[in-house]
């Protein structure tokens, strides 16, 4: 009789693995809190919080190595670049960053890392091999953004105060165009084929749409929601799909929503509500999911972009800011 | 202040930033006037305190080197005349001489009374008053071509009265100094506990003329005579009206019950403080710091955002005529970046600024109004100062 159950018993669970196994493409999710001094780690697939660690002085922008193997995390407060590895989740060595790093892009080979020094109006440039500053570009007012060409050849950066998004070149590090756009730029994102830049203005409520080769503003996107303030309405963070469906991604900050933008239109056609203060954003790798950073939520939330809805929140620690997604 | 090292910097990062421009446009001048009167600084009651010599001017240098970097690209070239002149010097006569050489764009860091008087010589001028805080300017007494940076007395007692009620502390008394200043202040609390539904329960004046600062034994009479003084029936918080700073901060702790103070000292409401560093203001209070030696006091705030309106204005309309630049400025085209986390922009009944307002304790940030929950069909922050349906302004 119990050899009878015991054998029924594995049958049905070897049915039950069986019937549930599906490729699980294992992916993680870093989090920087700025005001708790922490990364936040997410499993991709369960998505939950599995691990918080701790980092220096309010932590912003973060990006991956190349490898996949480490976390180039902005200590602003502690003016250096903090070197995380992602096995160990010990910081195992600093970069030189000039004063208050806020973001950083990394060159498509992985040995630039370009810098916005939010204090001193400089983009520094610091190779991660030799680990050492190669130059300090001056730049205008409170530099933040900062937008890598796919081709490797041009940085936009952007100037909050000065309201303007420079191009640098970057085999001459030097700035050959200065565009106006609307007050105060926060990020500059190319799009996947290179033509065009956006950039956001904070303040002045609108994505400019800079056509990258003329670098003139071709377009300009405002943003409406039905009994929403237009003052609340402040885009920051953008992410613009590589998987050939057309659409940009836009946080919209205290207006706590996404923008779900046509990229052949510049049509909004869709806000999705996710937390307070959402100001960045990122695709898991296969571009199925959006998880997004709600600053005054203390939370992320996550789009599924195939049904274009926000399925979950997950808790983070206290004021959210960058994210990366590994691989 | 010592500017010049910083000039010579921005002078050599525009330099740097200029090789990708284009000079099509013609170079436009922008003189800007910043007109005040030398006067006695306000010495402050606390000994911690600096009595700040040059309160203003630096931040409309700063906000100058902001906005020069910008025109810098555009062939636009800013440039600030500062014209003190003497506490008992002619204003009227310097502002008339002023206009017939030309002058069309001023920073006015003058009371109520100096503004009145000159608000009227000419039409085709721009004045951005920046010090006077009089709700009569926005009212009865405002003028067309005269736009104000500061929060008058009634936002600001707003802003204060919003928190208060969040709180639920709606019972006060009220403490009112010997000044006309103080007894203005007065009447915006009154207003504002009116309009929130605070219960003023008693008030007193304070009459004492103030005695010196610092002395061998002081601590013993105040003790004996503010507990005296404060023996009001009972109440939530203890409003002061006192904006020279005679008496307020001998209140906090002496007081018969123990009630926060709030008003001119203790809980104030203020377009700026040091402690602000939220929405990007770490950048601009280290700028002026830097520039300054010291830290960016609220009337320093109001000429960084005076230039910066103005800077505004000219970039986006190419022109330095004051009538363009007014209506582009009351336009819902003009947004300011003020580090305040929305966009400043100008009441167009009364050419007064809209902006949050910081309610500070001496070392810290304590809250921003306009307070969650207190709702308005154009903009929360009309809740705060005279809304248009009561505003007492025809001019505009």
Known sequence: MLKFCIDRIWIVLLCAILGNIQPVFAYEVYISNEKDNTISVIDGNTLELVETVSVGERPRGIVLSNDGKYLYICASDDDRIEVLDLSSKQIVYNLPSGPDPELMSLSTDGSLLFVANEDDNMVTVIDTIQRSKVIEIPVGIEPEGIGLSPDGKWLVSTSETTNMAHFINIESLKITDNVLVDTRPRVAQYTPDGKEVWVSSEIGGTVSIIDAGTKSIKHKIEFEVPGLRPESIQPVGIKIASDGSNKAYIALGPAARIAVVDTTTFEVEKYLLVGLRVWNLEFSPDQKRLFTTNGVSGDVSVIDIEKQRVVKSIKVGRLPWGIAVNP | MNSLPLMRSVCAAAAILVCGLSFAQTRLEVDIIYLARQEQPLQPLSLLDMQIEDNGLPGGVLGLNDTQTTGSFLNQFYNLKPVIIDETADLIATYRDLVAKGGKLFIADLNAQDIQAIAGIEEDVLIFSIRAKDDVLRNEACRSNVLHIPPSRAMLADALAQYLLWKRWTRVVLVTGRHAADKAYAAALRRAANRFGLKIIEEKNW???????????????????????????????????????????????????ARPVAGTQGLKPTSWHRSQEQWGATQIQRRFSRLADRSMTELDYAAWAAVRSFGEAVTNTGSNEPGILREYLLSKKFKLAGFKGVPLTFRDWNGQLRQPILVVAPR?????????????????????????????????
Not at chain 2, 247 to 252: A, D, I, K, M, S
């Open chain 2, 207 to 257: 009459t004492s003329v103030p005695g010196a600062r610092r002395t061998d034994s002081g601590h013993h009479s105040l003790q004996q005579e503010v507990p005296v003084f404060t023996q009001f029936k009972d109440h939530d918080v203890l409003l002061v009206a006192d904006e020279q700073d005679e008496f307020g901060e001998y209140l906090p702790y002496r007081t018969t019950r």
């Open chain 2, 364 to 396: 810290m940030l304590v809250t921003v109004s306009p307070q969650k929950g207190f709702l308005h069909e154009r903009s929360e922050l009309d809740t705060l100062g005279y809304d248009k349906p009561e505003s007492g302004c025809n001019s505009f």
